[in-house]
């Protein structure tokens, strides 16, 4: 595994993201050692039978229920029984890697207690790609998530490997192992913290800093094919703007569109453009500095211990700690904010498309069709982006307020981090729709100038990326198809951006 991510220090999101995407992970010795003397820490509290939540008690509201040491095993497993109830449609192939990757790493900071094998077998799923089903709705933190992980170790649930959908024991008898009989605390350890929301918060990160250079290229083309002022994005005005996020989106479309002959031929036409033009590197500017303090908020989750109970001292003097370290404030807190950013992003990208597909502004045919009357071009490809907007602005309430109270007034705030999380990632898929749906517009109006005046260099590069997907558009085909293949493209085709 000469490749892995060596997990010899707290991990970053983009290591998960690049677990998620397929990378293999592998653990230090230190790790394994961590991992190790923990596990006798539990091992030395149930023998001293030293009361610690859902070791030697119940869970949730059944806290002052003591269990005899017969039966904390029975105790492990029959949490994440009763705990995988979530349902709908499942997580998708890199959702659930990293998931997984995240909650591994909980567990190698070595305040869990949880047992070298319980860790080899998550592992081995993860870099074999035997993926557990892990339904998508039904939890207010973290319990059902994690939950179906945890039942594939124990030979139930599903997991799926490549296409084929199978069966948890079958999952493991390829792998060469058998089915975990969970010790104490095992089983709460793996419904436990914040990887559920960790690992999809990271993700959501990767997937939105690629997205952003996107929405400056997408935006600089734009700008080109209707910008009239002169030097709109100038460095020496900008810099009086403190903001790190606006002078990387200045510079960025200062590098896109340097030397457009097709600017400067209307540059000085308007004393001002439309916002949805002129304030993007204040808009697209503040959504880099928000996507960056969300960076670190995720990064510190990483480094972390979100278990509850943890435990520390040794196996001759073992402490169990109970507190709310898997409560995910900080994580929900702040994929809200991410998911606020990312709606912002995509109603500034709509009102651009709106500028270019409208003759009333435009300057350009009528919604960039090919024949006025025969062909209605782009025109309801606008609606489209115009009810991804709105749905990213019911999608953005945070999620963090949702409230809520469960387990018999015992955990009586809810945070609701995961589904921040997972809502983010819902309104990140309609914003790459819109971006597509831009670009796809400008290499449209592209084509539709009067003259000949040449592109900047690097808009013409993106412009004939984009025709080498589509031609121009004829209402010739559907339109939705169009738009697959130019988000396809940027799935793979990186801006490659200065800075």
């Known amino acids: ?43 030395a509290l149930v023998e001293q039978e030293i009361r610690g939540y859902g070791i030697n008690t119940g869970v949730g509201a059944l806290c002052d ?26 997580l998708g192939r890199a959702e659930t890697r ?8 909980n567990f190698a900071h070595g305040f869990s207690g949880i047992s070298i094998e319980v860790v080899e077998a998550l592992l081995a799923l993860l870099n074999a790609d035997f993926l557990p089903v892990i339904p998508s709705r039904g939890s207010v933190g973290y319990l059902t998530h994690a939950a179906a992980i945890g039942l594939v170790l124990i030979g139930e649930g599903e997991c799926r490997h490549v296409d084929e959908l199978i069966s948890g024991r079958d999952a493991l008898q390829r792998l060469g192992l058998d089915p975990i009989a969970l010790k104490a605390k095992e089983g709460l350890s793996l419904v ?13 990160l990767s997937r939105f800093f690629h997205l952003l250079d996107w929405a400056d290229a997408a935006a600089a083309m734009t700008y080109e094919n209707l910008g009239a002022q002169v030097d709109p994005f100038a460095e020496m005005p900008l810099s009086l703007r403190r903001s790190a996020g606006l002078q990387q989106v200045g510079q960025n479309l200062r590098d896109l569109l340097a030397g457009s002959q097709l600017l400067a031929q209307s540059a000085g036409k308007r004393t001002q453009d439309p916002l949805s033009l002129r304030a993007v590197p204040q808009i697209h ?39 709310a370290h898997a409560v995910g404030a900080g994580l929900g807190l702040a994929m809200d904010s991410v998911a606020t950013a990312a709606a912002e992003l995509a109603a500034i990208s709509e009102r651009r498309i709106d500028r270019l597909v409208n003759p009333l502004v435009s300057g350009l045919p009528p919604f960039l069709a090919a024949e006025s009357g025969v062909c209605s071009g782009f025109m309801i490809i606008q609606y489209t982006a115009a009810a991804l907007v709105a749905e990213n602005r019911r999608l953005a309430a945070p999620a963090s307020l949702g409230g809520g109270i469960t387990s018999a007034l015992q955990e009586d705030i809810l945070t609701h ?4 999380a997972d809502k983010a990632l819902a309104i990140l898929d309609n914003l790459q729709t819109i971006l597509a ?50 988000r396809s493209m940027m799935d793979t085709t990186s801006v490659s951006l200065k800075g």
Request: with cysteine; net charge negative; glycine share 4%.
């Open 98 to 105: 990293a998931v997984m990757a995240a909650q591994i790493a």
């Open 417 to 420: 981090a995961t589904p921040a």
């Open 1 to 43: 595994m000469a490749d892995a991510i060596v997990l010899d220090r707290p991990l970053t999101w983009k290591d998960v993201a690049a677990i998620a995407n397929g990378a293999q992970l592998a653990l230090s010795r230190e790790a394994w050692q961590r991992l190790s003397k923990a596990r006798a820490i539990v091992d």
């Open 65 to 90: 229920v003591i269990i005899d040491r017969d039966d904390q095993q029975a105790l492990s497993r029959n949490i994440l029984l009763s705990h995988s109830c979530g349902i709908g449609e499942p």
């Open 192 to 204: 436990n913290g914040t990887p559920c929301a960790t690992g999809l918060g990271a993700l959501a």
């Open 285 to 323: 500017g503040a959504v880099r500095d928000a996507l960056w303090q969300a960076a670190d908020v995720v990064d510190r989750e990483l480094s972390s211990v979100t278990d509850n109970p943890i435990v520390s001292g040794s196996p001759q003097a073992p402490q169990v700690h109970s507190q």
């Open 437 to 486: 749906i831009e670009v796809m517009a400008a290499a449209q109006a592209y084509d539709q100038q009067p003259g000949s005046a040449p592109k900047a260099a690097r808009t013409a590069a993106l412009y004939a990326r984009a025709r080498s997907e589509v031609p121009f558009y004829c209402d010739d085909r559907p339109l939705n198809s169009v738009v697959a293949k130019i």
